[in-house]
């Protein structure tokens, strides 16, 4: 089992910036595809970027020139840089390694929230 520790959030204005920190235990960290995923009260947990273990990135198309992930392996570190932020960023943020568009394959952390508005 990984246990992924998610980290950063908080309250921005639209417009302005933020980036989101995950560790994860284990020591097989950069064999796994991980991705980020956010998710609003009463809807699905969505993916928002993903990077495989050799370091490509996809990402959705709402946060497409925004958001930017990233991984350091040796630190079994993870990040998401999240620019010019919207209202619609709104949501608890969770990490994870990536299994589909809503599912990780792990269990899930606690998440961090973060909040737009203005």
């Known amino acids: 089992q990984v246990q992924f520790v998610e980290s950063g959030g908080g309250l921005r204005q639209p417009g302005e910036s933020l980036t989101l920190s995950c560790v994860a235990s284990?020591?097989?960290?950069?064999?796994?595809?991980i991705g980020w995923y956010r998710q609003v009260p009463g809807k699905q947990r969505e993916l928002v970027a993903a990077?495989?273990?050799?370091?490509?990135?996809t990402y959705a198309d709402s946060v497409k020139g925004r958001f930017t992930i990233s991984r350091d392996n040796p630190k079994n570190m993870m990040y998401l840089e999240m620019n010019n932020l919207e209202p619609e960023d709104t949501a608890v943020y969770y990490c994870n390694a990536y299994y589909n568009e809503h599912d990780g394959v792990y269990d899930w952390g606690q998440g961090t929230q973060l909040t737009v508005s203005s």
């Open positions: 284990g020591s097989v960290f950069g064999l796994y595809d």
């Open positions: 990077i495989t273990h050799r370091g490509v990135t």
